[in-house]
């Protein structure tokens, strides 16, 4: 089975969840840049 990864977007917070566990989280007063943060951090990690 494959591995479900999602990123969840809210104000101001970012989060990767992996299988609805949640394993990384990024907050930043700047939305876009939270969700910025959580787009690298998939694409410079393999999970």
Do not use: Q
Request: aromatic content about 14%.
């Amino acid at each position: 089975m494959e591995d479900k990864i999602e990123i969840k977007y809210e104000k101001f917070r970012a989060s990767i969840w992996k299988n609805g566990v949640c394993i990384k989280g990024f907050s930043c007063y700047i939305t876009p840049h939270a969700w910025k943060l959580a787009k690298d951090y998939l694409r410079d990690n393999v999970l």
